[in-house]
C-alpha cells in the first residue's frame, strides 16, 4: 500500500466542488431563498449578526446559506467580509430606554411603569414537537390581534427606578476620568489587558453564545456567585444615530433590532462603598435573550476587582473570559490541529526516539 | 501574472488597516524581538491558519513582488497552495516556488535551505508569538516580565528539562535571545532552523493575527538561541541523507511508506530537494518504486501558469 503524501490544487478544488454540492443537497428539493432564511430562522439571522459584529439582516441569511447552516462558519463570513469596510463614522450610545419595546419584562417587581409586556417568547411555551408544521402547506396562522391599549411610550428602565433611590450603584461611565475620551473599539484596536469594562463589554457582546452561557451558568452554580435577579429585559427596535460631522446634531440612520438585559446583584458593601444592588448588563442584537442574560451574568462576574471581591473563578477572570470569547477565534485554532505538522511533529519524534534510546541503554541524552 | 479580483482592495484590506500594520511593522523592526500588539482583523482564512502573516504580506506587497508561501517547507501543502492562490486572487501578484526567485516569502514552520538574501523578506506565520506562555498563562504577566528582561522561568524550564531528560526536550519554536535584550519565539521551526535567523542579511517578519502580534528580527540581528555552557545548544543531525536528492545538509521529513515498516526521509523543502535533483543529485531511494511515486508527488505541482480555481 502506497501512502500519499502531498494534497495539492487539484485535491483543493474537488473538495470545494464536493462541498458545494452537499450543501445544494436534493436538487427535487427547491433552494432556500435568503429571504425564506432571513424571515423564517430569524434567530440563527440574529446569531450570526451578533457574533459577526455586523448588523445585516441579508448578509447574515446569505452566510447561513452559505454555511450550510452552520452557525460558527456563517459568523466567521460576516467577519471576514467586515474586514472589507470602512469604517465611516461611530454612531451615538443607543438609547434604550427609547426602544420601540416589543417584550419587556422585569422578574424583580409584579409592576412597574410601563407594565410587563410579555411579546414573543418560547417562555411558557410546551416544547412539543408541532406536527402541523411539517405539512407542506402550513395553516397560515392568523396574526395576533393588536393589543387592546397601545404600550406606554414611557418605558423606564428598572434600574433608573432603583437609581433614583439610590439602591442600586450608579452606571459609571467607562472611563469616569476621562469622560470625553472616545469609547475604545474592539474592531479597530487590540485587545490589551487589563481591558477596562467598555472593552470587556464589546467582547462580550460579540463573544461565543455557548461559552458565555456556560460560564454564567457556573456563576449561578457558586464558582463566583452574584446573586442575580432578572431587573428588566427588553427586546424592541431602536434608532441608531450619527452626528454627521458637516451637520453638528443627530441625525437617525436606522433602526436595529435588539435584546437588553439588565441583572441586579447583591453587593455586601465594602470599606468605601456602602451595601447596594450592583449592576451587570448585556445588550445584543437582534432577539436573543438567553445571550443577553448570560452577557450580563459575566459582565458582573467580570467586576469582581472593580467592587473588591476576591476573583476565585473562571468567570471573574478577565484574561481567561476575554482570551477564549470569541467563536472566530476558538474555531480557527482549534481547526488549525487539522494543518500539517510533520516538521515539528519530525521534531519530536526525533527527540522521543533519542531520549528513549538514552533510557534503554542508561545512558546521557546528549548522544 | 493574473488579474487581481476588482471586487475587493489589492491585498484584501482597506488602506487604513495597511497603514495600521506598517505601523507597527515598523516599530516592530525597530525593538528587535518586542511582540508589538496590532489591531488585528479577522481575514477570510481562519485563526490559525496563517492570518498573521498573511495580514503582514498583504499590508507589504506591491504589484511587482514575487510570492512564494511555504507550509512545513513546501509549496504543494494544501494552506500554502490556498494562501498562494488567496493572494493572486487579491493582489494578482506573480508566485513562485523558486526560493531564489521571491521577494516576499511566507512561511509556517520552517526556514527555506537555500539562503536568502538581503533583497527577500520572510514572513513568519505564529500560532502563540510568547515564548513564556506555556509556563506563565497571563499576558499581564508575561509582559511585565519582558519589560523587566525577567527571563528566570525560561531558564528554569530548560535546566528542569536537563535534569528531567539528560537534554533542552524542545525541538521545535526553540526560544532564542533577539539583540541581546528580549526572548522571542521562533514560531514553530525545527531548532533546525534557529542558526539561520543569526545575522541574517534579510528582514524578518512575523505576525500572529488571532492573538494580534507583530514582530521581527530586521537584517544582521544577533538572534542566539538559549543554553547552558555545559549544554550548549545543538540542532537536529540525521545519518542519513534525503532519499530522493542526497543532501545531507536539509532537514528531513520521514514518510510511511508502506504499512510493514516502510520508511523514506525526504527534504521538507520542496524547492531545495527539486533544484537538487533537477540539478542531477539522486539520494539512496530515487529510483526504487516508493521514492519514485514520491518524487512524482512532489514534482508534480508546477502550478506556476495554473488557473484561480474555485475560491
Known amino acids: 500500500m502506497y501512502v500519499a503524501v502531498k494534497g495539492g490544487e487539484a485535491a483543493i478544488d474537488a473538495a470545494h466542488a464536493q462541498l458545494a454540492d452537499l450543501r445544494r443537497g436534493d436538487r427535487s428539493v427547491a433552494a432556500l431563498s435568503l429571504d425564506q432564511i432571513r424571515d423564517q430562522m430569524a434567530l440563527a439571522v440574529a446569531r450570526v449578526m451578533a457574533e459577526g459584529s455586523l448588523y445585516d439582516p441579508d448578509l ?62 418560547f417562555d411558557y411555551t410546551h416544547r412539543l414537537l408541532d406536527f402541523a408544521l411539517a405539512a407542506e402547506d402550513e395553516p397560515l396562522a392568523e396574526p395576533p390581534p393588536p393589543a387592546e391599549a397601545p404600550l ?33 473599539d474592539l474592531t479597530r484596536e487590540p485587545l490589551t489587558f487589563p481591558a477596562g469594562r467598555a472593552m470587556r463589554l464589546q467582547v462580550l457582546a460579540r463573544g461565543d453564545e455557548g461559552f458565555l ?48 438585559c439588565q441583572m441586579i446583584n447583591q453587593f455586601q458593601g465594602s470599606k468605601t462603598k456602602p451595601p447596594q444592588f450592583t ?83 542508561g545512558e546521557g541524552a546528549d548522544s | 501574472m493574473t488579474q487581481h479580483d476588482s471586487g475587493v482592495t489589492f491585498g484584501y484590506l482597506d488602506e487604513q488597516t495597511k497603514r495600521m500594520i506598517r505601523r507597527a511593522v515598523l516599530k516592530a523592526v525597530a525593538i528587535p524581538g518586542y511582540q508589538v500588539p496590532f489591531a488585528g482583523r479577522e481575514m477570510p482564512l481562519p485563526y490559525g491558519w496563517g492570518t498573521g502573516g498573511i495580514q503582514v504580506t498583504a499590508s507589504i506587497i506591491g504589484p511587482d513582488d514575487v510570492l512564494k508561501v511555504i507550509d512545513q ?22 508566485t513562485t516556488e523558486h526560493t531564489t526567485e521571491a521577494t516576499l516569502i511566507q512561511t509556517r514552520h520552517r526556514i527555506p535551505e537555500t539562503p536568502l538574501g538581503p533583497d527577500q523578506i520572510l514572513i513568519y506565520q505564529v500560532p502563540i508569538p510568547e515564548p513564556l506562555r506555556f509556563m506563565e498563562a497571563r499576558e499581564t504577566e508575561t509582559r511585565r516580565m519582558h519589560a523587566l528582561a525577567d527571563y528566570g522561568v525560561m531558564h528554569v524550564k530548560l535546566y528542569e528539562d536537563i535534569s528531567q531528560y539528560g537534554r533542552i526536550a524542545k525541538a521545535y519554536d526553540y526560544p532564542v535571545m533577539v539583540n541581546g535584550r528580549y526572548v522571542m519565539a521562533p514560531s514553530p521551526i525545527p531548532k533546525f532552523d534557529n542558526p539561520k535567523m543569526h545575522d541574517a542579511p534579510f528582514l524578518q517578519l512575523f505576525g500572529a493575527g488571532r492573538e494580534k502580534r507583530i514582530y521581527a528580527v530586521p537584517p544582521h540581528t544577533s538572534v542566539v538561541s538559549l543554553d547552558f555552557e555545559d549544554h550548549p545548544f545543538e540542532v537536529q543531525s540525521w545519518d542519513r541523507v534525503c532519499d530522493l ?67
Open chain 1, 60 to 121: 447574515a441569511a446569505l452566510a447561513l446559506k452559505q454555511a450550510w447552516g452552520d452557525v460558527a462558519e456563517a459568523i466567521f463570513l460576516v467577519r471576514a467580509y467586515r474586514t472589507t469596510l470602512p469604517r465611516l463614522a461611530a454612531t451615538r450610545p443607543l438609547d434604550t430606554a427609547r426602544m420601540v419595546v416589543r417584550r419587556r419584562i422585569s422578574a424583580t417587581f409584579k409592576d412597574l411603569p410601563g407594565g410587563q409586556v410579555l411579546g414573543p417568547t
Open chain 1, 152 to 184: 406606554d411610550p414611557d418605558m423606564p428602565r428598572v434600574t433608573d427606578i432603583l437609581g433614583a433611590d439610590g439602591l442600586i450603584e450608579p452606571e459609571s461611565d467607562p472611563d469616569a476620568d476621562n469622560p470625553d475620551a472616545p469609547v475604545p
Open chain 1, 213 to 260: 452561557l456556560s460560564l454564567g451558568y457556573s456563576s449561578q452554580r457558586g464558582h463566583g456567585g452574584t446573586h442575580p435577579f432578572a431587573g428588566e429585559i427588553r427586546m424592541g427596535e431602536v434608532e441608531v444615530e450619527i452626528i454627521p460631522e458637516d451637520l453638528g446634531f443627530p441625525v437617525t440612520i436606522g433602526t436595529v433590532t435588539a435584546t437588553e
Open chain 1, 279 to 361: 449592576r451587570g448588563y448585556g445588550l445584543v442584537f437582534g432577539f436573543n435573550e438567553r445571550k443577553a442574560m448570560a452577557m450580563s451574568l459575566v459582565d458582573r462576574a467580570l467586576r469582581a476587582p472593580d467592587l473588591g471581591e476576591p476573583v476565585v473563578a473562571p468567570a471573574q477572570d478577565e484574561e481567561f473570559v476575554l482570551s477564549h470569547a470569541d467563536v472566530v477565534e476558538a474555531s480557527g485554532f482549534v481547526q488549525h490541529l487539522k494543518l500539517p505538522h510533520y516538521v515539528d511533529f519530525q521534531a519530536e519524534l526525533d527527540s522521543v526516539r533519542r531520549m528513549r534510546r538514552a533510557a534503554e541503554t
Open chain 2, 73 to 94: 517547507g513546501a509549496d504543494d501543502t494544501t494552506n500554502a497552495v490556498s494562501i498562494r492562490r488567496f493572494f493572486r486572487r487579491v493582489t494578482g501578484v506573480r
Open chain 2, 245 to 311: 536528492c542526497g543532501a545531507d545538509d536539509s532537514y528531513l521529513d520521514e514518510v510511511v511508506t508502506d504499512d510493514a515498516g516502510g520508511r523514506l526521509f525526504v527534504c521538507s523543502d520542496s524547492d531545495y530537494c527539486a533544484g537538487r535533483r533537477a540539478a542531477g543529485h539522486e539520494g539512496p531511494a530515487a529510483a526504487s518504486a516508493a521514492g519514485a511515486a514520491l518524487s512524482e508527488t512532489m514534482t508534480a505541482v508546477s502550478r506556476e501558469a495554473d488557473g484561480e480555481g474555485t475560491p
